[in-house]
């Protein structure tokens, strides 16, 4: 038994000093960031490097956000997230449904399809993507990221909305049918409300995938009204190339809308998240 005990307690220490390393390898480039964001430029490359800053500095913040339109990139971003998430949420929750509860010639063929389209790297369709951009006129569009954008997450998202779907009970589906309801009320009144937990990881997903893509608003984006904050910040970098204070403040203003956005969807999300864990 003290053999036993004793293992378990070792056991239990090695768990919690992984845990603690891994927690500091991931919150350590947060902390750095938020360090030298609030340092001066003749303070940033200093030895050894404070992660305190002992003269604080809002300067590189104001400047970030005054400067270089930066304000006109963080609406841009913002408009593209927001219309991303509503299209993919509309388009995926009713795809699932539609997979989930009904049977229509097709339907094993349409949704292996579905699925297929995920196995492919969106890098590998860049240049047809351009191309279809192009022949659209959809370059230089906002809302042309946000046809891009829905179009390669409603895939995944429909994926996961059905799982939650598809474990509605059959029951309540059956009983507001003989009480009248149609596909459609069904769908707002029953669907939608019990599957709150997916709708808010596919809201988070679909957000923060759409206010982080980079490579894709580069290839499209040459107006530098219609820039995203990626791509602002990639710009301001190779601009200041050693005024790391306003890079990391410009960084930090971007990631706001994350934090605000897996706040308020943080119950629903980690309910979301664990859902299917725990077998019934």
């Avoid at 902390?31 to 809002?58: A, D, N, R």
């Avoid at 019990?194 to 809201?203: E, F, K, M, N």
């Avoid at 890079?247 to 998240?273: D, N």
Wanted: net charge positive; proline share 5%.
């Amino acid at each position: 038994m003290a053999v036993a005990s004793s293992h378990q307690r070792l056991t239990t220490w090695l768990r919690f000093i992984l845990a603690a390393v891994a927690a500091v390898v991931m919150v350590l480039p947060f902390v750095i960031m938020m360090s030298t964001s609030f340092k001066p430029q003749t303070l940033i490359l200093e030895m050894p490097p404070e992660l305190i800053p002992s003269e604080p500095t809002g300067r590189n913040y104001r400047e970030a956000w005054t400067e270089s339109s930066f304000a006109v990139y963080f609406a841009n971003s913002l408009y593209v997230a927001l219309s991303t998430t509503f299209v993919v949420l509309l388009l995926s929750s009713m795809m699932a449904y539609a997979f989930a509860r009904f049977d229509f010639p097709g339907k094993k063929v349409a949704f292996v399809a579905l699925l297929g389209g995920l196995m492919i790297p969106g890098i590998i369709t860049i240049v047809p993507a351009f191309v279809l951009a192009k022949n659209l006129n959809l370059l230089d569009s906002l809302n042309g990221l946000t046809l891009f954008y829905s179009g390669g997450a409603v895939a995944f998202m429909t994926f996961l909305l059905r799982g939650f779907f598809e474990k509605v009970p059959i029951a309540l589906d059956e009983a507001m049918t003989i009480d009248g309801a149609g596909a459609v009320r069904r769908f707002l009144h029953l669907y939608l409300p019990l599957s709150r937990p997916a709708l808010a990881t596919a809201a988070i997903f679909t957000f923060l995938g759409a206010w982080d893509e980079f490579v894709w608003a580069l290839t499209v984006i040459n107006d530098p009204g219609k820039r995203t904050l990626p791509v602002a910040i990639a710009a301001l970098q190779g601009q200041r190339a050693t005024e790391w204070g306003l890079v990391f403040a410009a960084s930090a203003i971007a990631i706001i809308p994350v934090i605000v956005v897996y706040v308020i969807a943080q119950r629903q999300f980690m309910a979301g998240a664990t859902a299917g864990a725990v077998k019934d």
